[in-house]
């Protein structure tokens, strides 16, 4: 039922499309019964998606019922308002619309309201495929969504544009072009999602010929779009080159109708050839009138504002009194130039900028149920664009006024739309006829014309040619090409078989009764392969298989008659071989102790601090019995230590995984523990490393890591994160290689500092790019904790099939964290009643000032005042006494970041860059994660001559954001002061390939090219 529904819903769009092509294929007024088609198709089509969705993929049998309910409803609802649209168009106006070529009823309140039962059936569809998708799981689920989107391509955007296009808003030509493309493109993707997830029967056949359907029509539609766009733009060159020979060579051109002639000197009109509809005789004339008004004004000359004003209003003074509205916006917008030089060309674009946005405002009111009310005439008529804007006011004013002297809506409307009539270019293609006639009219005709101009002050004249022409110049390409879709629809839905019959029917038919033999149990059965295709490959599989059964068949015959006798034989093996084993394992355990006692004192908590606790809990998969002795070992491994830095002491700790099996991993981790503890005792002794900042230290750390284990040539890989903790700040700095985000639990809740993949595991070979130190603020009672991925790698259980289901949610961890309240025991004892551990587990717990430690100082009252008064003063610009104040607040508490902060701006107004970079020093002594003072640190000391201090504070911040192109320029500076060419010229090029025109660079690459 799925199947049928899918394919009554291709129906009835191909008879929606029939419906556009018959309103389209002809200028026949004929054709405009076609709306009909186009009211109901698009209602049936989405009622029949409906009818889909209730059975796709299966139906439920709860739902059933109401939903063929609901479904009936809808195509009531089909029945009425395809019969109410009928009756109310039997004798309504009819109206041609231009640039879409297609007939229509003048009823725009009834579209103005069929808007919303469009989007009404749309919601509905969406709503059940909505439902499904959230009852649905696995591949049925997707497949339900996919069809679901591809859907909506075809439907939303288009219905959008519907809706947009009945008031105005776009052209019908835009919803149009829309339409066909979502439509190919939607059915493409439905067919590919259904013939890849239907359970219903179907033939590769069937498969193939679907799919090269749609893929035919989308690539045809894209090729046919392109060559009739190409198609519009010949004939509009074609035209506007007939019309220069029209009117300068007197020849009549192919498809010639009218040429109309106006004599700005005489103000006079002329018939010069031919002719044309007079219904609509004023409204073109209007429109002539304001071409030449526009063309006056857009060719003054290039002159400043004011003085082209002044010109200006002498062309204004002689132009047509319905000129008014766009002479109040022509002044507008030149006033708004003030001293500003004013080219023609700026003229010309004023006139294009308002062309469109006047062309939706007029379609809007030609679609106003009712033309004289006011609040529709006050919401249409206005915009926030210069000049717009007073064009819009003086209209709405006119209007309103005739609105308020009670005079008809007909004159109201020619109000409006003669004051907005629109300014055509030359050699814009301009649709003139009679677009709007009662069936009692005489019969309506069209026309193409082009202005010509052939001198700026002489006659300009209307080329016009028979709209007729224009669809015979586009017959012969769009006869080909729908010639060319049936032939090709016909030859891959006939063709296809025939062509295949050999090549794929046939041969798969043959290995189906295959198939179907030896499920009976005929294992002599043997299939003839008859190409060296997939196809032949299957058959020659299938008697190689159909062998392999029958020789299996006979060896196990053969194999029960003998069983007896070689259990015996086997057993006897067994027992042998479980000695060996026995003292084998013996053998390994020993080897499991020996590295177990070597890896202990290497992995120890040795971090001591009042404010920074460190905890461990390690739990290893491979357990081992050696003599009297019960232990693990495996691959994970903790380490926390102390170091000093400059005078600061920080807490380093380290949570690893080696990768490999129980001893490769265990011989990793010994290696990581040895390399570690070299690099803590090494900074302990040697004064230089001592003297390294913390991210130096971090990142020599790590490239010393790194590089021991890349020597092992990718035999040996450690996923790890190691940092720093400023015992004092609670600063962290952190490297992350390849190791499960580090989590954070703040106030109860817990979230992970890290968002993205930072560097490569440890000993990765070819790794390139730059090492950066990420760092995060602790706050008193914070509590990071770090962990191996045996933290996400849980057994939940095992799937229908017995295969087991591993946790893939790396946000369960964050779970369990909230609910072990941050310990590390109770998050242990989580994870076990989640599921099994399928691997190693280890995790550090780090906690900042948790108990309280040393309390934080309160701010007083005082001080509080002091920066108030400090703030006060610096807004009235009296930098030295808001100094004052803070300098006082200073020395009544020296820790406060605050007042660093102000301190160290406040002389870099006053360009006292020493003070200021002692500030900043000081500053960041308080709060080191603070990555711009960083910066700001290093430029005021540089522009102090303080240059080591000033590269020491930028190498930090490079280290942190290797792309901080101020910092790379900053630096290169302190480098070229240094008298380092070689350094600077390395920053410079970094800056270089980040921001190739910053103008900085290029200064400072002429200065050092000089040196």
Known sequence: MAAFHLGVCALTTVFHNIGYFWGFISFEESTIFHRVIAVAGPLMSFTQLVGFFIYFPEPRKKGILPGLIFYWLLYLGVLVVTGYYVFICWDAPRSFVPGSHYWDYEVHVFYSYFIYVILFYEV?????????????????????????????????VPGILNALSRNGTVARATYQQSFNLGMVTGMFLIMIVYVNATKERTTILNRIIGVSLATFFVCYQLVGYSILNGYERTYDDMKRRDSSIAVQEQKDPQGLAYIVSYDPEKNEF???????????????????????????????????????????????????????????????????????????????????????????????????????????????????????????????????????????????????????????????????????????????????????????????????????????????????????????????????????????????????????????????????????????????????????????????????????????????????????????????????????????????????????????????????????????????????????????????????????????????????????????????????????????????????????????????LVSSVIGLIDEDSGTLYYINAEHPWTALYRDGKADFIEQDLMFRKLGTTGMDGKISVKTFQLLPGDVIIAGSDGRDDILLGNDEEGARIINDNEKLFLKLIEEGNGELSNIYESIKKVGSLTDDLSLVRISFKEEGGIERTQEKEKIRQLLRKAKERSQDKNIKEALSFLEEADSLDNRLPEVKKGLLKYHVRLKNYAKAAQFAEEYLNIRPVDKEILFIASYVARRAKQFQKAQDFGERLLLREPDHVRNLINLTRISIALRNYERAKQLLREAQRLEPENSQVIKIRQALDKI
Request: glycine share 6%; hydrophobic share 40%; aromatic share 10%.
């Open 124 to 156: 509905c569809y969406l709503v059940i495929g909505i439902w499904k998708a959230i009852i649905e799981t696995g591949k049925e689920r997707r497949s339900v969504i996919y069809i679901l989107l591809s859907y909506a391509v075809i439907t939303v």
């Open 270 to 716: 002329r018939s010069e050839r031919g002719n044309k509809d007079p219904r609509f005789k004023k409204e073109d004339e209007l429109e002539v009138r304001f071409f030449k008004e526009k063309q006056k004004i857009s060719n003054v000359g290039s002159l400043p504002a004011k003085e082209r004003l002044e010109r200006t209003e002498k062309i204004l003074e002689t132009s047509p009194n319905e000129f008014k509205a766009y002479a109040a916006g022509i002044r507008a917008f030149l006033k708004s130039k003030n001293d500003e030089t004013v080219e023609d060309s700026d003229m010309e674009g004023y006139f294009r900028g308002i062309y469109g946005k006047l062309n939706i405002i007029r379609n809007k009111y030609s679609r106003l149920p009712d033309r004289k009310k006011q609040k529709s005439i006050e919401g249409l008529l206005v915009s926030p664009d210069v000049g717009l804007s007073e064009t819009l006011a003086y209209v709405k004013q006119s209007a309103i006024q005739a609105v308020n002297s009670d005079k008809p809506a007909e004159q109201v409307s020619k109000i409006v739309l003669n004051s907005l009539a629109p300014i055509h270019f030359v050699g814009e293609r301009i649709y003139r006829g009679t677009r709007i006639y009662s069936p009692s009219d005489p019969k309506p005709v069209m026309y193409l014309s082009y202005y010509f101009a052939p001198n700026l002050n002489g006659k300009i004249y209307e080329v016009g040619f028979e709209y007729k022409d224009y669809r015979i110049f586009h017959h012969d390409p769009s006869f080909i090409l729908v010639a060319s879709m049936v032939l090709t629809f016909f030859v891959i839905v006939i063709g296809f078989r025939f062509f295949f019959q050999n090549a794929i029917v046939v041969p798969m038919d043959e290995v189906v009764v295959g198939l179907t033999e030896v499920n009976s149990g005929n294992l002599e059965y043997r299939l003839t392969p008859r190409v060296e295709d997939e196809i032949g490959f299957i058959a020659r599989s299938f008697n190689k298989m159909a062998r392999s059964i029958q020789a299996a068949r006979k060896r196990l015959e053969q194999y029960a008659d003998e069983l007896e006798e070689k259990v015996k034989d086997r057993t006897k093996e067994l027992e042998k071989t479980l000695d060996e084993v026995k003292e084998l394992k013996q053998q390994q355990d020993g080897d499991y102790f020996l590295t177990s006692l070597l890896i202990k004192p290497l992995g120890a908590n040795k971090a001591s601090s009042e404010n920074v606790k460190v905890d461990f809990l390690i739990e290893q998969k491979k357990k081992f019995s050696f003599r009297r002795f019960n232990d693990e070992i495996g691959g994970d491994m903790n380490i926390s230590n102390q170091i000093t830095l400059r005078g600061q002491r920080y807490i380093v700790f380290l949570n690893a995984d080696a990768m490999g099996k129980s001893m490769q991993g265990a011989g990793g981790a010994l290696v990581l523990g040895a390399v570690c503890e070299s690099i803590i005792e090494r900074t302990r002794i040697v004064g230089s490393m001592k003297e390294q900042s913390p991210e130096r230290w971090l990142k020599n750390a790590f490239i010393e890591l790194h590089k021991v284990f890349e020597s092992f040539e990718g035999s040996m």
